[in-house]
């Protein structure tokens, strides 16, 4: 546990939340700054700084109660679809660090989903630089 980690505080009990779900090595919980109705956080108890740090046990415990739950999202919440998202590092919008899954329900209802893609989905990119990443990325994973 890290002292000065918010969700390091609401897995301990020591700040508020609305939990959800708690497994032997996980917690879930409302977020407090829903992108959409329903959408929450499932984390590991024990504290990683993000996806680069977390034990892949932990990892597997948090996708697993992920899915378990966004399943339950169309029923619960009669969602039209669901996301799950974690983001790994300040650029790519991390603002708590300590390694959480979003899990956030998704609506054709646009009074209940305020999120928007990021990205223009359906525009084709350079094939020359995506061989060049795929190339450098072989290498990097040692795949020749």
């Known amino acids: ?20 779900a708690e497994t032997e090595s996980t917690f879930a919980f409302m977020d407090i700054q ?10 590991p108890k024990r ?3 993000d996806l680069r740090d977390i ?12 899915q378990r739950i966004a399943k339950h ?12 998202l974690n983001c790994c590092g300040a650029d790519a919008w991390q603002t ?7 899990v956030i329900p998704r ?3 646009k009074d209940k989903d305020r999120l928007r893609l990021p ?14 990443l795929a190339a450098s990325m072989r290498e990097s994973l040692g795949e020749g």
């Open 1 to 20: 546990m890290s002292n000065d980690c918010i969700f390091c505080q609401i897995v301990a009990g020591q700040a508020p939340s609305a939990p959800i």
């Open 34 to 43: 829903p992108g959409s109705d329903g959408h929450l956080l499932v984390v």
């Open 47 to 49: 504290h990683s700084t």
């Open 55 to 66: 034990p892949a046990d932990d990892l597997a415990e948090v996708a697993l109660e992920s």
């Open 73 to 84: 999202a169309y029923s619960a919440w009669d969602a039209d679809g669901v996301n799950l």
């Open 96 to 102: 708590v660090f300590h390694f959480h899954m979003h």
């Open 107 to 109: 609506y054709r209802d």
């Open 119 to 132: 990205f223009e989905p359906g525009i084709r990119g350079n094939q020359d630089l995506i061989d060049s």
